[in-house]
Each structure stands twice: as structure tokens, then as C-alpha cells.
């Protein structure tokens, strides 16, 4: 229903899978597969407890092998370092292929959770909470783009702790993809109208389903209109932006 009456790529996550169940997945007719490594494979036995890192390696191998289209990313602020930033990055762009869809996280700390508590007692000299630079991010971004030129990067969950002239610097850096919508799991999200008016104000224009081309003028208001104004339409993806080809810093679509 979502691929051929909505025309609207699909992905999903849910964790650890092998390839029979990936088949009937892939003849259902999925798009992409959610499945992120999270962090370096040296700083992941600090997060997680429950897998390890190369079972989420498996899975992703998995679904390269089934031909389904790999969304693997991370979380940066998990306490990590820039060198864990490096071997995150390190790990994906030497998969046997680099995934279609990279995601880029920025930790919103949720109260209570015992990261949010490790995190409030990570402090340096002065006593003063040591937090992600968002310097930290952008060069992260730039390092992606560079070594995997053409993944789809997008700015995920955190996105709505930027101020708008830093998502305008990430998008310059080498994003080129968001995610929208007012909830995402556990975090809030920038809203969907909210998006789009700032999307346009920079030229940026979306990008159509299962192609990467990008929509016509004339085609892109005609499916808006059909949708009623919202991302959720017959052929612009709703979580894609792609700059205008006439802009010197233009953006890969995988």
C-alpha cells in the first residue's frame, strides 16, 4: 500500500534479523532497512550491554546481501571522544558497501536514564558538565560526505536543539536529507511546516521517491497539493531535501 498507492519509499527497524525473514521483507517490497551501529566499536560496551557490536555488524551484512538498502548511522554525546567519532565512521565506509542512508543523531539525554546521570557526572576541571561540540558534529558530517560520497546524510533525532543557521552549516557541510515531523520515539522533532518554509528559504528542493531526481516545480506543487501541503505525499519523500542543482555546494543522492 505504501509503495505503489502512496508512491512513498519505506524503512523499518527492528533489530536483529536474518536473511529468511529479510526475503519476505524485500518481496513486500521494503525500501530500506534501519539497523545503526550507534557509536565506535571501542566506546559501544560503555552503552550497550544487551548485543554486541558485531551482531549488529551481522545484521547489516545481512541486509547488503538480501539487496535491501542499508539505513546505518550513530548517536554522537554518548560521552564518546573524537577518535570515536573517527572509528564510528571508520566502520561503515568499510562495509561491503556503504550504506544508502546514513543517519546522524545528536543525544537528547532523557531524565532518569542512567546515561542522562553518567552524563551530568562528566565534568571537567572547572566542574562544568562536559558536552558535544557541536564543532564536533560538523566535522563529523564533513568527514561522511567525504568518505562516503554517496550516502544520503541526514540530520535525525537532536535536530530540534540547533538553531537554524546550524542546520543550514551541517547542510552545507554535507547533509542533505532530515528527518521531519513533531515526534520521533522518545525526543521531540522540528514540525513539518516548520521544515518546509525553511527548506525553501534556502532553495532547497525535495527530491522524488525511489529515483533521487529532483521533483519539477509544476510536479512538486502538484503533490503537495495532493497531499494536502504535508511531506506524506504521492512522490516527494518526506524526509529528503536536496539543494538546487544551480547552487555551487550541491548534494549526492545515493
Not at 525500501?31 to 559501544?44: C, F, I
Not at 566542574?127 to 562516503?148: D, H, Q, V
Request: charge should be negative.
Amino acid at each position: 500500500y505504501i509503495n505503489e498507492d502512496l508512491k512513498m519509499e519505506t524503512c523499518v527497524t527492528l533489530g536483529m534479523i536474518d536473511k529468511e525473514q529479510l526475503s519476505h521483507l524485500k518481496e513486500s517490497g521494503l525500501t530500506a532497512y534501519n539497523h545503526n551501529v550507534d557509536t565506535s566499536r571501542e566506546h559501544y560496551p560503555k552503552i550497550i550491554t544487551t548485543r554486541k557490536y558485531d551482531e549488529r555488524l551481522e545484521t547489516i551484512k545481512n541486509v547488503q546481501d538480501t539487496g535491501i538498502k542499508v539505513c546505518s548511522g550513530g548517536i554522537l554525546g554518548l560521552g564518546e571522544t573524537e577518535q570515536d567519532h573517527v572509528s564510528f565512521l571508520y566502520t561503515l565506509a568499510t562495509l561491503d558497501h556503504h550504506p544508502e542512508s546514513l543517519p546522524i543523531n545528536r543525544l537528547v539525554a532523557i531524565k532518569g536514564t542512567p546515561i542522562e546521570k553518567e552524563l551530568a557526572e562528566n565534568v571537567d576541571a572547572n566542574g562544568k558538565m562536559k558536552k558535544l561540540k557541536f564543532e564536533s558534529i560538523i566535522k563529523t558530517i564533513a568527514t561522511a560526505r567525504l568518505i562516503m560520497p554517496k550516502s544520503i546524510i541526514r540530520l535525525a533525532a537532536g535536530r530540534y536543539t540547533m538553531k537554524e543557521s546550524e542546520q543550514l552549516l551541517a547542510f552545507m557541510t554535507g547533509c542533505n536529507a532530515i528527518f521531519t515531523g513533531e515526534k520521533m520515539l522518545t525526543t521531540m522533532c522540528n514540525g513539518w511546516d516548520e521544515d518546509t518554509e525553511m527548506l525553501a528559504k534556502w532553495g532547497f528542493k525535495p527530491m522524488e521517491s525511489f529515483t533521487g531526481s529532483l521533483l519539477s516545480s509544476e510536479r512538486e506543487a502538484q503533490t503537495k497539493t495532493a497531499a494536502g501541503g504535508r511531506a506524506a505525499d504521492s512522490d516527494a519523500n518526506p524526509d529528503v531535501a536536496r539543494q538546487d542543482p544551480e547552487m555551487k555546494q550541491d548534494t549526492l543522492a545515493a
